[in-house]
């Protein structure tokens, strides 16, 4: 059977933090916090959506003067939709997992 | 500690360039939100992968003759060495300048020499292998082992005896002119640390019979197979 794309649990981690809050632009430093992913596995995940326009990023001036722009992301509309359909689909997984029980024999 | 990380991300980011790719210098920008040693680390190892895998997108859309011609240069600039290193201390070719180990390896022939395997399998009854002649030293010499530490060889009748049992030696020449043993002296034990060795051109060669067993110290390498002539 082959692999459904996007549905690790690193990237579906990824896609709930973006989800929460769908609108905002997110840092790369707060994902990592918020998703417990480390900066090698959530960048190369964050190339992955954007190369697919799943992700739209953006760089944003820095706060202080002096420190380089932030690179920061968001979910397209159609990374919005795919982020949904694979969450739901994990969630049902989860459930039939749970609800399975071996008939009598 | 931090400052080290960061060097170490900024030279894998940007290399030599003013600016690295935009996803490098996205991991670089969030650097100095991470909080403490062990997380900036973290961050910049993380950041390693990811510039990593940045670069490898970017060199697979490159022109396929661009990469091929990049795949062919590093293969020669690490190759080189590599080769010389291999040849030098591990794998190398001979070629066979006489004819004391005829038929197995006829005069002019070529040989591949294993100077690392026997090292770690031990010598054994029957290897071919490569020593400094013990009268010329510069010189090396191929010959074959037949007797290891403890074994008693001599010759009687043409045909070498180990420890009372005359050998079969299926590598002789069937021309008994060639495969006949002779002038081994008396019996010899070969004492510890030390190899009897015989060439298989018996007539010609010069081994342990002038000799006397070699030193296992000495032992350079071992034949692993015959390259040339094709057969």
């Known amino acids: 059977m082959p692999r459904t794309s996007h549905s690790s649990p690193q990237t579906l981690r990824l896609f709930a933090a973006l989800l929460g809050d769908p609108a905002r632009w997110r840092y790369g430093y707060d994902l990592s916090r918020e998703t417990g992913l480390a900066s090698g596995t959530l960048y190369p995940i964050l190339m992955r959506l954007s190369a697919q326009r799943l992700l739209d990023t953006d760089w944003e001036p820095s706060d202080e003067p002096g420190r380089p722009p932030r690179h920061t992301y968001r979910l397209t509309a159609d990374g919005m939709a795919l982020a949904q359909d694979r969450l739901a689909a994990a969630a049902r997984k989860a459930r039939g997992a749970a609800a399975f029980t071996p008939r009598e024999a | ?231």
């Open chain 2, 1 to 231: 500690m931090r400052r080290a990380a960061r060097a170490v991300l900024v030279v894998a980011v940007r290399g030599r360039r003013e600016r690295g790719g935009p996803w490098g210098e996205a991991v670089l920008a969030e650097f100095d939100r991470t909080n403490g040693r062990w997380e900036a680390l973290r961050w910049a190892a993380g950041g390693l992968r990811a510039v990593w895998h940045e670069r490898r997108a970017r060199v697979s859309g490159l022109p396929r003759a661009v990469r091929v011609q990049r795949a062919v240069a590093i293969t020669a600039v690490l190759g080189l060495p590599a080769s010389l290193v291999i040849n030098q201390f591990a794998l190398t070719g001979r070629y066979m300048p006489t004819t004391a180990m005829a038929p197995t390896v006829p005069v002019a022939g070529r040989f591949l020499l294993d100077k690392v395997g026997f090292r770690v399998t031990g010598i054994e009854r029957g290897d071919i292998i490569e020593f400094p002649i013990p009268d010329v030293p510069d010189d090396h010499t191929l010959k074959r082992v037949v007797g290891l530490p403890g074994d008693t060889i001599e010759c009687r009748d043409g045909r070498v005896y180990r420890d009372g049992t005359a050998l079969d030696e299926p590598y002789l020449a069937g021309d008994p002119q060639i495969s006949r043993t002779v002038d081994c002296g008396g019996p010899v034990t070969v004492p510890a640390g030390e190899l009897y060795v015989l060439g298989d051109h018996r007539t010609v060669s010069r081994d342990s019979r002038q000799w006397g067993p070699i030193p296992q110290r000495s032992v350079y390498g071992r034949l692993l197979t015959v390259i040339w002539p094709l057969r």
